[in-house]
């Protein structure tokens, strides 16, 4: 009888739940990581269907509205639910685009400094010597320098625009990726899996991308997620001092720069635009922190 | 701990080497060269051209010129500004001081707050206000600072009238060079009145430039301390009959500060971005705004030279945090 | 009068209707000068109970006692002020990794006036001299030198002589000791072990000696409380309770025990692990370890009662061992 007691709590015991399941039962504990994921979920999809949900065209003036305030003030209406700039386009049909545009940067840019970090830390890892040195102290001099400077220094020499900011914030992205992909796989590669799998005749291409890389992917991906935060707002910071986006492109950052010399007299054309950045890079923050909290094993338990 | 940091400042060696390397084949890459650059619109003649390169000498091999401009950079000389011909290094030393004193005031107040509200958000884990902390640190750390200085600017200097908009002292006031601090001078030029400008000048800008290292602080405080009491010293002070005052300001701080102080640190980095917006937007006459003004006149000489002090500064200070940490860390300082 | 006296002590995690009892209605005394072995694996609350009596359970612990009184004064009425007062002074306590439990910023020899400082005070010379006073008293060589030693600059044994001076600093009348040697070398673990031994004697301490190791307190303590998922189990002065445990969870221990089990061909282990938060049965808390469970244990909870014919001795089971080492049926 207590014998059987026993077999049944031990079979119990056995049936851990699936690794995705733990992840997210970890993940709904975090309720700002969840509000952070809603949020980007919904701003992805008006991002997507913008042209479904903007109420008009992004660059079209309406010369008979211009710096109209948002509806709920006297002399706003339902046409320009969050009024008109100095030109009278339509805010929110712009703040929508915006979304678009810099959900599609961000994404961009992480995707290539992810790629390209993951594939110099994993050399760095994998030869030693002289590459590791090479790539590392590249990394060292890179990081010494705040990442929004050597972004404006990359675009003051490859000129201002909406292609050469992303490419600058991508190439300053870099660093951290090579970092955390270098300092994984370095715990790892010492592991027995990967020498059983050297043992077996694994090439070092196989080694590299099929062994080692999917253990290093936890920080990776919290890195990813922080990576588009940061991406976003240097991308805004590269429009409002004019090195990003140009005019009459729908960037936040840029909205707000054309916005200056109406602070005074229209507050909707400088608050709205802000404000979305603050949430879109606070929800990608907020997600990145429960990320971490519900991939780091050290502090499941 | 002479050797300590010896072998530190051997470390800085190869970084400023690659910093020089960065900002010797930046202006390379600009298209044109730097010639061409130089005479901007107007063009130059083939014959002018070759003299000029010859003078300049960069009609020789390139490890040569890069010879030649270390030789330069350690003299301290940077070039010269395109656009009002003097000196790059001159230049950001006169108005070095305007970002120093705006970046201590905006550390000074980063530290004033988050520091406390760490330590406080540690101690009361789980209660309302560390909750608070934690929701304002994040929204802090993801502000887009250019925004929250308009905004801020809109409440308190436009509506309120509290605040002057921007500059560094009001028009009306001349106060005398001495240190290039303002806040010194207007101190040492015996005027209440300009005192007080200066200093309702720096609040607004001070605000804006602290706030992402203000979250940054709080936030590795916090986490530094809850680490820290958990502790087995910390249950071993309290074993003591110590009271609660003297465990967490005494035992537990000294060695949650170890990790701030290098997060403090790192936030010169951060100082010196954040203050190129803070002071366009301020008008804060800085090594900032100078920087993106020259970015937009195209005026290289003041770009490749600036960045290059800048990055040096920042290895500097870092290598200072790095010397500071041994002196805190008892285990860092005693070899290892 | 019991030197401290306990009774009912409960320790609770957790909010709600159950919360988990990491200490559970456990009930002992010491006497000055007596030495107490509280014995138990891992997770079975000796650690907890021994801290709730230093004061040093925290939020979300709660501790709940219908009596904890040391040399008479109720502990759990003091204000926080007074119960800090006799904390590190007549109650001290040394901890199991001497190397994470003293301060790396501090020097040893801050550390140990420290306490002496918070107990009472004097100039800073006498102070220093009381603390090489102390680190003599430990063993500890060339004590003026080692004064200014950093914690990483000491070993692991070093360590804990550093921490039993600056336990043993205020003169305490009870000390508490837990797992004082787990963390250390097996040559250093007797050296402490008799230098706590020495201590407790010249000085007539209490001593409760928290450990794992049977063998251990069987040449040192007086008597011997066995500890079982947050619960007393067995109580037993500590020659009777070697000869003849009374509880199976005891003898369990004891077979464990290589120099026990001589006649087995090999080590008798208790199969399973303590029940934590979610997996507590129901009657007693060892049913379904026991090899003599019977279906009144796996319902009802037997309480610790006196062992029939001998008041010295307690032990919480409905069917105590015989002198054979067979359960009472």
Known sequence: MSESTLTRNTVQANQPPSPLREFWSYFRTNKGALVGLWFIVAIMVVACLAELVAPH??????????????????????????????????ILTRLIYGARLSLMIGCSVVVLSLSVGIVLGLLAAYFRGVVEVAIMRLVDIMLALPSLLLAIAIVAILGPSLLNSSLAIAIVSLPHYVRLTRAAALAEISRDYVTSARVVGAGPLRLMFITLLPNCLPPLIVQATLGFSSA???????????????PPTPEWGSMLADALQFVQRAWWVVTFPGLMILLTVLAFNLMGDGLRDALDPKLKH | MLQFIFRRLLLVVPTFIGITLLTFFLIRLIPG?????????????????AMLMAQMGLDQPILVQYMHYIADVLRGNLGTSISTREPVLHEFLTLFPATVELSLCATLFAIIIGLPAGILAAVKRGSVFDHSVMTISLTGYSMPIFWWALLLMLVFSVNLGWTPVSGRIDVTYWVDDVTGFMLIDSLLSDDKGAFISTLSHLILPSIVLGTIPLAVIARMTRSSMLEVLGEDYIRTARAKGLAPKRVIFIHALRNALIPVITVIGLQVGTLLAGAILTETIFAWPGVGKWLIEAIHRRDYPVVQGGILIVATLIILVNLLVDILYGVVNPRIRHNK | MALLSIKNLTVTFGEGDNPFRAVDRISYTVDEGEVLGIVG???????????????LIDYPGKVKADELTFDGSDLLSLSANARRKITGDDIAMIFQDPMTSLNPCFTVGYQIVEALKVHGGGSKKELKARAIELLKQVGIPAPESRFDNYPHQLSGGMSQRMMIAMAIACNPRLLIADEPTTALDVTIQAQIIDLLVNLQKARGMGLILITHDLALVAEVAHRIVVMYAGQIVEMA??????VTPRHPYTQALLRSLPEHSAGHARLQALPGVVPGKHDRPQGCLLNPRCPYATDRCRKEEPGLQPYPGNSARMVKCFYPLNDEGSPAV
């Open chain 1, 232 to 246: 976003v707002l240097d991308m805004a910071a590269l429009g409002f001092l004019g090195l990003g986006a140009q």
């Open chain 2, 33 to 49: 060269d730097p010639i061409e650059l130089l005479a901007g619109e107007r063009g130059v003649d083939p014959a002018r051209h």
């Open chain 1, 57 to 90: 065209s992004p660059f079209e003036q309406f010369r008979n509205a211009l710096l109209q305030p948002p509806v709920w003030q006297e002399g706003g209406s339902w046409e320009f639910i969050l009024g008109t700039d100095d030109v009278g386009r339509d």
């Open chain 3, 41 to 55: 694996e891992s997770g079975s609350g000796k650690s907890v109970s021994s801290l709730s009596v230093m004061g």
């Open chain 3, 237 to 242: 002065p500590a020659d009777q309770l070697f």
